[in-house]
């Protein structure tokens, strides 16, 4: 774990923010963090609708000790708030997840999604213009054609570089439900969208229809026990799909099975430990994250004290169950009153597979060694985090004498929680969302 | 945070079970307090949310009224592991993982441990988890959300714990004499919230 007891912070802010922290505008909270596959990209979205990407850039010759930061690429209002008049329901623009697709050309394509509608957007470069029209002049008004004497080849000069985000699809009207989760297949043609009682697969050219993939809802609603939590597609096999569910447990799927997949090839579940039983067991159990590792081995999930990791060949319980912040186990009651027990944490894997992170509150996270089940606690903030400082572990004091540098549970900062956070997919470089302000983080240079 | 409050949350501590039944009171008005304000919520009803809410306030209710698959949200008490129960399991409670372990016991008829809904089987809860209301004139190919009308689900726990006070009365009489004076204080605390109920 050596590598990260020592990290480079760079912070940056979205565009439009105050600066001081505690007067942010509600629509700046960034609502999700994402890294495309070649980690030149960082993609977030916040609950005002808009997308912010950050690219990173070529590493210099004159600075070498300068790793590549990442800098703001582009910015573009994703999602607005719509009205549903029918059912006189106001449909939020936050940005619920945002998957990049592989790249195939010169542009980058991205899925975002609120609650009821997904698009796919196109961002590309543009450093060139055409100049010498014949029939407009250069500010694009309509020459007279009784003017023009001689005809030219219009020619592409040299610009200075524009970005930008185009809509090329929208999938919209097919969720009755809010979505939660979307994810791309690995054929690259087609991508789910999960909402709280349905999936819905789509091919990426077809906006007017989905196939309904899984189907959860009762006939009658009175029934309703559980809902889908978090869905996503295999790495490598692009038949197989997982979802959870909010009373704890993953469904496996092979799409080849049956064209609905109500009934699942594997079912993972833990059976409840008897002396953490409370009215808030199942609350506490709901999964809030499920994640496919990058070999297509394991799974991990995220419920509310617990981050585990589950062997696709057992399902009668995970392979390694990590505790994130079991002293809040004694204050559930509090966290119900107070809201933050729905709090729904996202969990990610390292590159290798051997790191596992997530966030807490107080605007720490965890990060969890699986080989050498060693863990740490870091902590995003202004004021730890000046350039080129190193990280300083935190710990949390748990009852008893409280020694210097640590915290004590009473004294957490509950409004301030890491929700959101990514991981380059080949280096140690980290992506971290507090609220409204995006820490990245990156392995020390020597 | 109120350490007292918590221990009672988890059934501990002196006058446990007099406690929990006090925190399991509070639980409810807490929770009918969330579903109420979920109405005004932008975006609309949440239904994951609400779905948990209502877990927990069937829950704490059952234990409150004390009716059968209430100790789903009790801790055990100390002493041996029980057998595995398969009632308790009929009931809808998780199984857990001494009975996991057990599960090819000829004992337990052969339904699954596993079942998920237990609002099915368990009649005596009354509560359904979600009581629909379908708007009027909903044309019928659009889909209703179906996370009801809130205000209707709050009258149906009105009537429900209107009734409470009826049946902590009786309840009250059916144990020791020395036990009564301490149900008084609880009874009167009730009144004013269980107004409060009706009136939304």
Known sequence: MKCFSRYLPYIFRPPNTILSCSCHTEADIISTVEFNHTGELLATGDKGGRVVIFQREQESKNQPHRRGEYNVYSTFQSHEPEFDYLKSLEIEEKINKIRWLPQQNAAYFLLSTNDKTVKLWKVSERDKRPEGYNLKDEDGRLRDPSMITMLRVPVLRPMDLMVEATPRRVFANAHTYHINSISVNSDYETYMSADDLRINLWNFEITNQSFNIVDIKPANMEELTEVITAAEFHPHHCNTFVYSSSKGTIRLCDMRASALCDRHSKFFEEPEDPSNRSFFSEIISSISDVKFSHSGRYIMTRDYLTVKVWDLNMENRPIETYQVHDYLRSKLCSLYENDCIFDKFECVWNGSDSVIMTGSYNNFFRMFDRNTKRDVTLEASRENSKPRAILKPRKVCVGGKRRKDEISVDSLDFSKKILHTAWHPSENIIAVAATNNLYIFQDKVN | ?200
């Open chain 2, 1 to 200: 945070f109120s350490r007292r409050r918590e221990r009672a949350a988890r059934g501990l501590g002196a006058g446990g079970a007099m406690e929990f039944r006090l925190e399991a009171h509070r639980i409810v008005s807490i929770s009918l307090g969330k579903i109420y304000s979920a109405r005004g919520q932008r975006g609309g009803l949440k239904l994951h949310k609400n779905l948990l809410v209502s877990l927990v306030l069937r829950s704490a209710r059952r234990v409150y009224l004390g009716e059968p698959g209430g100790e789903c949200a009790l801790p055990p008490r100390p002493g041996p592991p029980p057998p595995p129960d398969c009632e308790r399991l009929r009931r809808g409670c998780r199984p857990l993982a001494s009975e996991a372990a057990a599960r090819g016991r000829p004992e337990c008829p052969a339904e699954s441990p596993r079942k998920r809904s237990a609002a099915e089987r368990d009649p005596a809860a009354g509560y359904p988890g979600k009581k629909p209301r379908r708007e009027t004139e909903q044309p019928p190919p659009q889909e209703d959300m179906e996370t009801g009308n809130v205000a209707s689900l709050i009258s149906i726990f009105g009537s429900g714990f209107s009734g409470l006070l009826g049946k902590e009365r009786g309840a009250a009489e059916a144990t020791e004499p020395g036990q009564v004076c301490c149900e008084q204080p609880v009874l009167r605390s009730l009144n004013p919230w269980s107004t409060a109920i009706v009136a939304f």
